[in-house]
């Protein structure tokens, strides 16, 4: 074992442990009623469920990477696990009741987040496909990620409003200017996100981005 796969073992156990605890800690915050976003509103079932399905999401990577089956890029990792918090906390202590642009906050990392996750999978997708069916320069990488990102914060809008038509309650909509605000900050969040992408594939091309997305105990022993 090297130094480096020492060092993702250690952070993937130190994750393993940390979340699930402190995602329980606030599931017990949220029980006992001392939670900022039940006074906003939010159902303390709604509240309760967030902690308990992000913790599972949160235990999923990490234990991926101590199977060996999925080694991912450390600067991703944390942009990740970071809005995930940020979205548990927020919710938690009914932060988009009480900061007016804590919203688009939120959305701008989380734009971030899903631009990292179809930048690595074009890059991967690059690298793995015939000179002739390529995405073409830099440039063609970056347009693809802009476009693909947006759809997928209109359907996750999309998704809230259907929510709360199915169950009565406004769990996550909060109306028409809401949503659009929301929108634009996914735009803001993608095009950062963007220029980031713009000089990280000027200095490692696709094949180095898709070099430190590795799949299966194979491809992560090769490296390690």
């Given amino acids: 074992m090297n130094a480096e796969e020492a060092k993702e073992r250690r952070i993937a156990w130190a994750i393993l442990i940390v979340c699930p605890l402190s995602l329980a800690f606030m599931f017990v915050y949220v029980t006992l009623g001392y939670a900022g976003g039940l006074a906003a509103g939010h159902p303390m079932e709604y509240l309760q469920t967030t902690c308990i399905l992000w913790a599972v ?3 999923v990577l990490p234990i991926l990477r101590l199977k060996r089956l999925v080694s991912l890029p450390f600067w991703f990792m944390v942009l990740l696990y970071a809005n995930m918090y ?3 906390i927020t919710l938690c202590e009914g932060l988009y009741f009480h900061i007016s642009w804590w919203a688009d906050f939120t959305h701008v990392i989380s734009g971030m987040v899903i631009a990292s996750i179809v930048l690595m999978a074009l ?4 690298v793995r496909s015939p000179a002739h069916a390529t995405f073409g320069s830099r440039g063609g990488i970056v347009a693809m990620m802009i476009m693909v990102t947006m759809c997928f914060g209109i359907i996750w809008e ?7 038509i199915l169950t009565g309650v406004d769990y996550m909509s909060y109306g028409v200017i809401h949503t659009m605000g929301n929108l634009a900050a996914d735009l803001i969040g993608i095009l950062i996100m963007s220029a980031v992408a713009w000089v990280m594939l000027g200095k490692r091309r696709a094949g180095g981005v898709a070099s430190k997305i590795r799949l299966g105990k194979k491809n992560i022993d090769k490296t390690d």
């Fill in 158 to 164: 999309i998704m809230e409003g259907t929510t709360g």
């Fill in 123 to 126: 890059c991967s997708m690059q």
């Fill in 57 to 59: 999401v949160m235990t």
């Fill in 86 to 88: 940020l979205f548990v």
